[in-house]
């Protein structure tokens, strides 16, 4: 058997890989016709006009849907580990609804482009990044608590620098672009407010990307468990 065909493997895998190329690939068609600077774009920036826009929004909603379907299998599989560790019942649900939180707010970013609907993709972005900073943290206490069940101590230190990566690198993100006033796709160095776009832009990026990071440490864990759909029949 494949490692990736090993218990649930299989969804982190296709998260981290998807994810990675929604960004990725969106950037290089927006660059390619010079929709975008070449350097510190926003990622939104890169699937604000089409034909990128609905490359990225058709990506992001599948990467959302993957993100929903692994948030649930490892919520599943944190209950399972709470019956023989210290692990509060009411923290992996509030960990599964930040989760499930930040994956609506993907698919919000996804369907409102920037430049078309802004203060509803703006909401979403909010949505997603606060979110998701917030349950990664969330699963590092969890992956901490659980110790030594699930995962060794080696993954929940790397998890625990991810969600601090990501923690610090929101608040530029958020507090640099309100300072942002051009709304233009091509960003002129001499403007003022550049400074503070670059700030927020490489942000962005690092949040986003400790997502994906974050998710990358999930594929041992779900090596080790499968989930079953139990059908009852009412008599």
């Known amino acids: 058997m494949f490692w990736f065909m090993q218990g649930l493997c299989?969804?982190?895998?296709?998260?981290?890989?998807?994810?990675?190329?929604?960004?990725?690939?969106?950037?290089?068609?927006?660059?390619?016709?010079?929709?975008?600077?070449?350097?510190?774009?926003?990622?939104?920036?890169?699937?604000?006009?089409?034909?990128?826009?609905?490359?990225?929004?058709?990506?992001?909603?599948?990467?959302?849907?993957?993100?929903?379907?692994t948030i649930y299998a490892r919520y599943k599989f944190v209950e399972k580990l709470s019956e023989d560790a210290s692990i509060s019942p009411c923290l992996n649900k509030a960990t599964l609804w930040l989760g499930m939180i930040s994956c609506l707010g993907m698919c919000i970013v996804a369907t409102f482009q920037e430049t078309t609907v802004t203060a509803v993709h703006d909401f979403g972005a909010l949505m997603f990044f606060l979110s998701g900073a917030l349950y990664i943290i969330l699963q590092s206490v969890l992956s901490l608590r659980a110790y030594p069940f699930g995962s060794s101590m080696n993954v929940?230190?790397?998890?625990?620098?991810?969600?601090?990566?990501?923690?610090?690198?929101?608040?530029?993100?958020?507090?640099?672009?309100?300072?942002?006033?051009?709304?233009?796709?091509?960003?002129?160095?001499?403007?003022?407010?550049?400074?503070f776009h670059v700030a927020s832009a490489v942000c962005e990026w690092v949040v986003a990307f400790s997502f994906v990071c974050f998710f990358l440490t999930y594929i041992d864990d779900f090596k080790l468990f499968t989930l079953r759909v139990k059908t009852e029949c009412r008599e």
């Open 10 to 69: 299989f969804l982190p895998v296709f998260l981290v890989i998807w994810s990675s190329c929604t960004f990725i690939i969106s950037y290089l068609i927006a660059l390619f016709r010079h929709d975008v600077d070449v350097i510190f774009p926003y990622i939104s920036d890169t699937g604000a006009n089409p034909p990128e826009s609905c490359i990225f929004g058709l990506m992001a909603f599948i990467s959302a849907c993957a993100g929903i379907a």
């Open 156 to 195: 929940c230190r790397v998890r625990v620098g991810i969600a601090v990566i990501a923690f610090l690198a929101f608040f530029p993100t958020v507090i640099c672009a309100y300072f942002v006033k051009q709304t233009e796709l091509h960003r002129n160095p001499e403007d003022a407010d550049y400074p």
